[in-house]
Every structure is written in C-alpha cells, then in structure tokens.
T-cell receptor, first 115, second 114 residues
Framework: GNSVTQMEGPVTLSEEAFLTINCTYT??????LFWYVQYPGEGLQLLLKATKADDKGSNKGFEATYRKETTSFHLEKGSVQVSDSAVYFC??????????????FGTGTSLTVIP | NAGVMQNPRHLVRRRGQEARLRCSPMKGHSHVYWYRQLPEEGLKFMVYLQKENIIDESGMPKERFSAEFPKEGPSILRIQQVVRGDSAAYFC????????????FGDGTRLSIL
C-alpha cells in the first residue's frame, strides 16, 4: 500500500540553524512527492514538489530531493528564520488509481524557530 | 484567479444540530478532497469526490457524515446530529486529478460544537 512516514516533532531550532525534516514513503507505483506548509490558522500551502527520481524541488530556500533508492524525500533548509515556524507535511500522490489521484499525507512536523 | 474557497470560516453548532460545510474548488478542478484536522494532530483523509461521484469514502465515519459534489455548485460536507467530538478544522482541497499535480487547499472551516 501507500504511506508516508515523517520525523516526529516538535522541532525547535535557533534562527540561522540548519533544518532537516525526514520523510520516507512506501508506494505501489511511481508516485509524485510533495511538501506542504501550514501556518497557524491557515490551510496547507504547497511548498515544493518532485515528480520523478533525482528531481530536486526547491522554494523559499527549502529543498528536497526525490531518492528512489532510499524511498525518501527529506526537507532541508540551510538557515531557518523565525517566519519558518509552521507545521510541515510530506505527501505522495498515487498514480496507480484508474480515476484521478489519491494523496497520502504524513502526520506533520511542527517547527518552531527561536530568535 | 481564486483559489479553493471554503465557507463558512467558522461555524458554531449545538449538539444535535446539522452542520453544512461548503467548498468551491479552484477553477478547472473537478477533483475534491475533504480532510479533518483535530487540534495538535495531522490531517485525516475523509472523502475524495469527482463531479457527481464519490471516488473514495474510506475515511468517512459510517454514520452522520455525508458528502456530495453536484454537477453545479460547491461540494458539501454534511454532518448530522453533531456531537462534541466533531469539533475540528475541516479542510477541502482540489486538484486536476493527475498524479504529478498538487492538491490546493482552502483555509478551512473551524467547527465548534457547544
């Protein structure tokens, strides 16, 4: 079956620290992978995506590389800011559905960045 | 270029009443997904609909909950005879229905049961 496993939080970092949030997946087919961010009181926003092996998604200083050999899609940022405090969700989209596409989300990792 | 629109943003109901949550997908999107998020918890998938069809309702509680996405108009998530445990944020997302395309989320409806 399909599933996404995310590193448990909460994560607390000092400003300008390096961030890694681990995400691994299992999939029946060849999925597309996504990272979403949720700020307090808001819905999820797409942060970045990758649709095939070795693709690197990047946005706002965040990066994640689609690693088929390790079934991983870890999120990284070189220098976090207070404004990056949010909950981060890893997700995969299953291409094997005969109609449309089903999404599978991780449980979310809460990040707090302190000045 | 409106995104996914959910209304109301906040909904208060007394136990036993009905709650109706509406979702208008992004223009051109015909696939709609509903999720529930309890405080300090992740997203729980509820139901996946395409116009006039339910594709996957494996996350829907067996009783009191129903969803539709008619040919015309928004998708509706309906909760009958609400109980305190239904208090949560309910999010709707829409997509083009292709695996390499992301879901786009609304800002959610915060349902509070008195």
């Amino acid at each position: 079956g399909n599933s996404v496993t995310q590193m448990e939080g909460p994560v607390t970092l000092s400003e300008e620290a390096f961030l890694t949030i681990n995400c691994t997946y299992t999939a029946t087919g060849y999925p597309s992978l996504f990272w979403y961010v949720q700020y307090p009181g808001e819905g999820l926003q797409l942060l970045l995506k990758a649709t095939k092996a070795d693709d690197k998604g990047s946005n706002k200083g965040f990066e994640a590389t689609y690693r088929k050999e390790t079934t991983s899609f870890h999120l990284e940022k070189g220098s976090v800011q207070v404004s990056d405090s949010a909950v981060y969700f890893c997700a995969l989209s299953d291409p094997t559905q005969s109609t449309g596409n089903q999404f599978y989300f991780g449980t979310g990792t809460s990040l707090t960045v302190i000045p | 270029n409106a995104g996914v629109m959910q209304n109301p943003r906040h909904l208060v109901r007394r136990r036993g009443q009905e709650a109706r949550l509406r979702c208008s997908p992004m223009k051109g999107h015909s696939h709609v997904y509903w999720y529930r998020q309890l405080p300090e918890e992740g997203l729980k998938f509820m139901v996946y609909l395409q116009k006039e069809n339910i594709i996957d309702e494996s996350g829907m509680p067996k009783e009191r909950f129903s969803a539709e996405f008619p040919k015309e108009g928004p998708s509706i998530l309906r909760i009958q005879q609400v109980v305190r445990g239904d208090s949560a944020a309910y999010f709707c997302a829409s997509s083009l229905g292709r695996s390499n395309q992301p879901q786009h989320f609304g800002d959610g409806t915060r349902l509070s049961i008195l």
